[in-house]
């Protein structure tokens, strides 16, 4: 069955870039999405087809996808962006496979 | 705006189903395209996507929990369901109801999430 693979943890400085991968057999060939979940909520959807942003998730949340990793970027990382995150790869035969998480710290 | 509620018994004793039950406002479960689905989180740990329901009524389950899984839809309710059977102690975990689609698997609803717990 597929995999994907994330960092557990990554820590950032207000203001400056967080970068969160998420590594899987050509995953580039599938397509990415990003949650962010904060304690005790449930996900919210913050990139998905690999670079789209939902209506009303910030601009400084960004992706990408390509050969075997996918990249979910923060620019000017806030504090209120502390939370874990999950990446998602599917395709038309990979409905729902989740990494384990990134727990991203702002400090 | 669609809203979903998760519903169910908190405590389950071992070897029991789970049963649980998703309503669903501001849209309905007929509404085509829409991947109708269950995902779970045990405590502290990650998301696991158990499966779902295509509005058309096809079901697609976890492998890893294929065997004990049932999803299936009520129109007129607007609800959907999930039955888990022979549970254990490792099924204890915070049980969400999401809606995937149009646009693939990627999931934009979520409900609150409910916790279950096995015990006896």
């Known amino acids: 069955s597929y995999e994907v693979t994330q960092p557990p943890s990554v820590s950032v400085s207000p203001g400056q870039t967080a970068s969160i991968t998420c590594s899987g057999h050509?995953?580039?060939?599938?397509?990415a999405c990003w949650y962010q979940q904060k304690p005790g909520q449930s996900p919210v959807l913050v990139i998905y087809q690999d670079t789209k942003r939902p209506s009303g998730i910030p601009e400084r949340f960004s992706g990408s996808n390509s050969g075997n990793t996918a990249t979910l970027t923060i620019s000017g990382t806030q504090a209120m962006d502390e939370a874990d995150y999950y990446c998602q790869a599917w395709d038309s035969s990979t409905a729902g496979v989740f990494g384990g998480g990134t727990k991203l710290t702002v400090l | 705006q669609v809203q979903l509620q998760e519903s169910g018994p908190g405590l389950v004793k071992p070897s029991q189903t789970l049963s649980l039950t998703c309503t669903v406002s501001g849209g309905s479960v007929s509404s085509g395209g829409y991947y109708w689905s269950w995902i779970r989180q045990h405590p502290g740990k990650g998301l696991e996507w158990i499966g779902y329901?295509?509005?058309?009524?096809?079901?697609y389950y976890n492998p890893s929990l294929k065997s004990r899984i049932t999803i299936s839809v009520d129109t007129s309710k607007n609800q959907f369901s999930l039955n888990l059977s022979s549970v254990t102690a490792a099924d204890t975990a915070v049980y969400y109801c999401?809606?995937?689609?149009?646009?693939?698997?990627?999931?934009?609803?979520w409900g609150q999430g409910t916790l279950v717990t096995v015990s006896s």
């Open positions: 050509k995953l580039g060939d599938k397509y």
């Open positions: 999401a809606r995937g689609g149009p646009t693939g698997y990627d999931y934009h609803y």
């Open positions: 329901i295509y509005y058309s009524g096809s079901t």
